[in-house]
């Protein structure tokens, strides 16, 4: 009923800055939040950053003053700008939406199929 679809992953040095977008479609009647989260091998997902349909936005501690989250709501897009960025932050980021449907009228969680971000020291 929704589709997530991420671009912007890739490889890359330490330093260096990362765009990552993430589209919505679908019977969507509202997005109440969109965010991304990350998970690195071996390790648990965990959030990077989200933001609410007000612009309201919450970051994990490690990508505090580096990662920026925005979006677009009438393109029912996020981005996160990632700066600065470091060995640590390689992993699959996947994008999360929280939706009411057309077809459902419940507030719903959907996950993209993830991008690969890897950064080389």
């Known amino acids: 009923q929704v589709q997530l679809v991420e671009s912007g992953g890739g490889f890359l040095q330490a330093g260096g800055s990362l765009r990552l977008s993430c589209a919505a479609s679908?019977?969507?009647?509202?997005?109440?939040?969109m965010g991304w989260y990350r998970q690195a091998p071996g390790k648990q997902r965990e959030l990077a950053a989200s933001i609410t349909r007000g612009g309201n936005t919450i970051y994990g501690d490690s990508v505090k003053g580096r990662f920026i989250i925005s979006k677009d709501n009438a393109k029912n897009t996020v981005y996160l700008q990632m700066n600065n960025l470091k060995p640590e932050d390689t992993g699959v980021y996947y994008c999360n939406a929280d939706v009411v449907t057309y077809t459902r009228g419940s507030r719903d969680t959907y996950w993209g199929q993830g991008t690969q971000v890897t950064v080389s020291s």
């Open positions: 679908g019977q969507i009647l509202t997005i109440n939040v």
